[in-house]
């Protein structure tokens, strides 16, 4: 059964630093590329950022761009999304995603390209 938990979402102050996790279960990881999305009350969900299966490669939607960082572990099975200088424009649930691919070093950034969904974990910065 595949699953996809993501953690760590909380209330922040702006200018404060979050970590998230996403632990996957029931798919081998490494065939995967992953990625973090968010949808903000009212909003359409949006790309947040994408990491490739094997090589690293990385991109980041422009507004968080410098302040956000994604990362994998393919020994540990998880995602990760460390963000600082947070603002309350990032306050949102965040979703973490998955996307089989046989190229080692592809990203996705479209939502509707992703397989497999977590369920998401709220984070809210205040002013």
């Known amino acids: 059964q595949v699953q996809l938990v993501e953690s760590g979402g909380r209330l922040v102050q702006a200018g404060g630093s979050l970590r998230l996790s996403c632990a996957a279960s029931?798919?081998?990881?490494?065939?995967?590329?992953m990625g973090w999305f968010r949808q903000a009350p009212g909003k359409e969900r949006e790309f947040v950022a994408a990491?490739?299966?094997?090589?690293?490669?990385?991109a980041y939607v422009d507004f968080v761009k410098g302040r956000f960082t994604i990362s994998r572990d393919n020994v540990k099975n998880g995602v990760y999304l460390q963000m600082n200088n947070l603002k309350p424009e990032d306050t949102a649930v965040y979703y973490c995603?998955?996307?089989?691919?046989?190229?080692?070093?592809?990203?996705?950034?479209?939502?509707?390209?992703?397989?497999?969904w977590g369920q998401g974990t709220q984070v809210t910065v205040s002013s």
């Open positions: 990491i490739d299966r094997l090589d690293g490669n990385t």
């Open positions: 029931g798919f081998i990881f490494s065939n995967y590329a």
């Open positions: 995603a998955a996307r089989f691919t046989t190229y080692r070093a592809l990203y996705f950034e479209t939502e509707a390209l992703y397989d497999y």
